[in-house]
Structures are given as structure tokens and as C-alpha cells.
């Protein structure tokens, strides 16, 4: 079955360290990788997202994240975290097709603290 | 544009009421999703629409729920009759082409409370 496992619920780091947020899917021909970001109280607004071409993919706020195929995975990175960046991240995959349906992960909490 | 509109935002209601949500889509997108948001389950796709058509409810927890979306810019979740297990945050996001390559635009959800 097609799924995405993100393995920590919850990252805790102090303000101004990196962070690295893991996000993996199972094996597919095609897939179209995406990060959101939902801060409290709101809904899910897009980071990034990977549909083709270089591996590692520059989205807003500084992030970063980088599909691998062999490991089918797509980390999230940030050099230096901000207390703003504290939020729920979601990592999502679509399976191609013309569903524009997106699986998502359970999410992972980023408590950046200060 | 003002971005997806869900209403209301907040909705406090009795075990056996029905519940109405309401979803105004970005202008000029063909999707149309919802979903549902509770801690112990995550984030779930209960039911999609292309072009005002349900493509899958697959996700519609069962009969109680149902979905309709009479035209382009506008869509309801009907909730009847409520129960307290039904309290949760609910989504509508709406998306614009196909093939799974577009983000998704998110309202800013309606919480339910069912008593």
C-alpha cells in the first residue's frame, strides 16, 4: 500500500541549530514529493515540493530538502532554526496519475526552543 | 484572491444535531478536497472533486457523512446525525490541473466540538 512515514513525532532544538525533519515513502515508478507546514491554528501552507530535476529543493523560510531515490526518502533541513519556525510539518507524496490525491505522514512537531 | 474560505470557523454542537461545513474554493481551481484533522488520527482525505464531480470518498467515515459540491464555488460537509467522535478540525483545500504535480491551498479549517 502506498504510504509515508515520518518516524519522530516530535523534534525538540534549541534556537539556531540545524534541524533535519525525515520523511520516507514507499517505492513507486513516479512519485511528486511535497513539505508543508502547519503552524497552530491554521491550515497546511506549502514549503516545498519536488516534481523532477535536481534532487535538492529550496523552499520558503530557509528550507531545504532532498529526494533520494534509492533510500525513497525526502528529509527536510534548516541550517539555523528561528522560535518561529515551531510548527507541525507534514510530509506528502502524490503517486502520479492524474488524481492530484496526496498521501500524507503523520507529522512531526519542530519545538525550537530558545 | 482571498484563498480557500471555510465557515464557520468554529462549531459547538449536541450529539444528534446535524452539522453543515462550508468551503469556497480559490476561483478557477478544478479540485476540491476535504479532510479531517484529530490527534489520534492525523490528517485524513475524506472525500475529493474534479470539476464538481466526487471522484472518492473512500475516506467518508460512513453513512452519518456526506459531501456535495452543487458548483464550482461552493461545497458542503454535512455531518447527520453528529456524534461527540466526530469532533475534529476539518479541511477543504482546492488545487488547480492534474497529475498530481500541483500544491494543494488550504482553508484555515473548521474545528468542531460535538457534546
Known amino acids: 500500500a502506498q504510504s509515508v512515514t515520518q518516524l519522530d513525532s516530535q523534534v525538540p532544538v534549541f534556537e539556531e541549530a540545524p534541524v533535519e525533519l525525515r520523511c520516507n515513502y514507499s517505492s513507486s515508478v513516479s512519485v511528486y514529493l511535497f513539505w508543508y507546514v502547519q503552524y497552530p491554528n491554521q491550515g497546511l501552507q506549502l514549503l516545498l515540493k519536488?516534481?523532477?530535476?535536481?534532487?535538492l529543493v529550496k523552499g520558503i523560510n530557509g528550507f531545504e530538502a532532498e529526494f533520494n531515490k534509492s533510500q525513497t526518502s525526502f528529509h527536510l533541513r534548516k541550517p539555523s532554526v528561528h522560535i518561529s519556525d515551531t510548527a507541525e510539518y507534514f510530509c506528502?507524496?502524490?503517486?502520479?496519475?492524474?488524481?492530484?490525491?496526496?498521501?500524507f505522514g503523520t507529522g512531526t512537531l519542530l519545538a525550537v526552543q530558545p | 484572491d482571498a484563498g480557500v474560505i471555510q465557515s464557520p470557523r468554529h462549531e459547538v454542537t449536541e450529539m444528534g444535531q446535524e452539522v453543515t461545513l462550508r468551503c469556497k474554493p480559490i476561483s478557477g481551481h478544478d479540485y476540491l478536497f476535504w479532510y479531517r484533522q484529530t490527534m489520534m488520527r492525523g490528517l485524513e482525505l475524506l472525500i475529493y472533486?474534479?470539476?464538481?464531480?466526487?471522484?472518492?470518498d473512500s475516506g467518508m467515515p460512513e453513512d452519518r457523512f456526506s459531501a456535495k459540491m452543487p458548483n464550482a464555488s461552493f461545497s458542503t460537509l454535512k455531518i447527520q446525525p453528529s456524534e461527540p467522535r466526530d469532533s475534529a478540525v476539518y479541511f477543504c483545500?482546492?488545487?488547480?490541473?492534474?497529475?498530481?504535480?500541483?500544491?494543494?491551498?488550504f482553508g484555515p479549517g473548521t474545528r468542531l466540538t460535538v457534546t
Open positions: 483545500a482546492s488545487s488547480f490541473a492534474s497529475g498530481g504535480t500541483t500544491e494543494q491551498y
Open positions: 506528502a507524496v502524490s503517486y502520479g496519475g492524474a488524481t492530484n490525491k496526496l498521501i
Open positions: 519536488y516534481l523532477s530535476g535536481s534532487t
Open positions: 472533486f474534479n470539476n464538481n464531480v466526487p471522484i472518492d
